[in-house]
């Protein structure tokens, strides 16, 4: 007859791996589990799609890049929660007053997705490493919230968007040239 | 970038200005692109003795544009450790892991690799390490050895069975031509001459002549198994359990300092390696060889066969340390209580772990514990004195087998 305390004890080890071998101990400056790190990012992105996501469809959809996100921080789940927030801001009416925390939620969860991209459930991070990253993000913000406040004002006031459209895509080319170019003496 | 061209496209800002955030992230991290990589360096791997922490630093020296480097320290028998460091400054780090694993070991093998700003550049990983240290086993406090059959010597710490200049006394005689006169009993020339009506004679004290033990140590360092025998197939020993080679160098060691105190001469024969052969010697310096020879024991690339014992030394107790699950290292002992060596053999396989056994496992292993246990029989049978040589799991609290060795020393004495 089956010993049903061994039993348990399979499903306990794994199906009867050996338990995990100890850690090499190395000292870190204020460590933050890597895993904390994602569960705080996936939080952020939820509250993301959360914004915006109106019926079960959208909660599915987002669920799934969520998922992403905490699953595979680096693997591209951060893009897709962009761009699928600005173009269920596209299908929305003009200018909704989410777009800020939007703007700021996103780019956090890029931040945040890009510091523990590669590092496993298990690993860890000093917290410094978050004080830089974080320091940019506030000054990105700055100049992205002062652009989001403009739009709303252009919009608001109905004015003409044609020369803005071409002050943006000047900007673009700008930005893609000056991007490409440096991409390539780094590499 | 697609979500502003987008934006721009439909005369939608609020869509373009989402993506802004990441292009700014963007270009900031290539104007600010590492231009060197951190220099990154490990100290010097240091093992305090009488402990079972082997540390290393790690030292990184910042780099312009490098934010964070992240690396991972792995070492064999423990979980590699990740993590993702500021190197705004220069940094030390202290890697350290504690094992019961004895011999040469390696430790701290570390792939790094820099990241820029916000990860968007980043270096090829790279390794440095690992490093090699050699633990020397500790020694546990005995109290008391066997000897072997026959002593060699003048002098020594043991009496032997020879008229001489020793301690312990072995009859009274008629004062001859060369007896020291220090050696007169005048109590017994004054009782005796009394009583026989021969008080011209003398008598004097004859002792038993002091001798030393010839002692070799045979160390068979194959089958190194370690006590949870689900690993057995795999050779993965954790570092928190001793292997039964770490168990054999710890009892060689604890039995040499012991005989080697008492004034014996100790050799030692490593079975892994032909021609790895220490002669019998006394003497603390002699001991510290011995010890990091029985450290180095281990089983060389290409299996020995030994087609003829290795030689030892007329009337030396053999000691050999093995697992016994192979039948090599029972017939060299049989051959050398044939030879009429007095041969201990000390059973080094760990106290067993066989949780994480299959039924497949399972039967496996009672096979070959059948097959060792038979193996051992046959041993006893054949005159070969078996101890089992206890350990605790994790090396702590370990027990010696006190007792057994013990009664084997005072078993013996009248043999010699």
Known sequence: ?187 | MFLVALGILLGRPDVSVLGVPMILSFVWALSHPPTMVPQISVGDLVSVPGSSTVSQSLGMRPAEGVDTVRFRVSAVGYSAVEALVDVSGPRTFEMSATTVRTGRRQFFGVDYRSQGRDSVLATDPETIGPSSVLLLPRPLWLQELPLPFQLHGLTGSHDSRRPGEGGELRDVALFAPGDRLRRIDWRTSARRGSSTGRGQQLYVKRTFATADAHIMLVVDPFDVVGPDVSTWSTGRIRSDHMSSLDIARRAAVSLARLWIDQGDRVGLVDLGREGRLLLPAGGRRHLHRLTHHVALADAGREAVLHNRAPQIPSGALVVLFSTFLDDDPAHLAQMWRHQGHRVLAIDVLPRLIRAYLTPEGSLAHRMVMMDRSDRVNLLSLSGVEVVRWHEGERGVGAEAPVTPLMTLARMRRRHR
């Open chain 1, 1 to 187: 007859m089956a010993n049903p305390i061994r039993s348990v004890l399979w499903f306990r080890t794994g199906g009867f791996s050996s338990p995990a071998a100890p850690p090499v101990a190395i000292t870190l400056r204020h460590p933050i589990p890597g895993w904390v790190v994602r569960v705080a990012c996936a939080s952020v992105a939820a509250g993301c799609v959360g914004l915006l996501a109106t019926d079960r469809t959208r909660w599915i959809i987002g669920g799934i890049v969520v998922m992403m996100v905490l699953i595979r921080p680096g693997g591209g789940g951060a893009v897709t929660l962009t761009l699928l927030t600005g173009f269920w801001v596209l299908l929305g009416d003009p200018f909704v007053p989410q777009v800020f925390p939007l703007l700021l939620g996103n780019h956090l969860v890029i931040v945040l997705s890009a510091l523990v991209g590669s590092l496993p459930w298990r690993g860890h991070l000093e917290m410094s490493t978050l004080r830089s990253p974080v320091l940019r993000m506030l000054m990105i913000q700055v100049v992205a919230q002062s652009l989001a406040v403009m739009s709303w004002w252009i919009q608001a006031r109905s004015i003409s968007s044609i020369p803005f459209q071409i002050l943006g895509a000047i900007g673009i080319a700008l930005i893609t040239w000056v991007a490409y170019s440096r991409l390539r003496e780094t590499v």
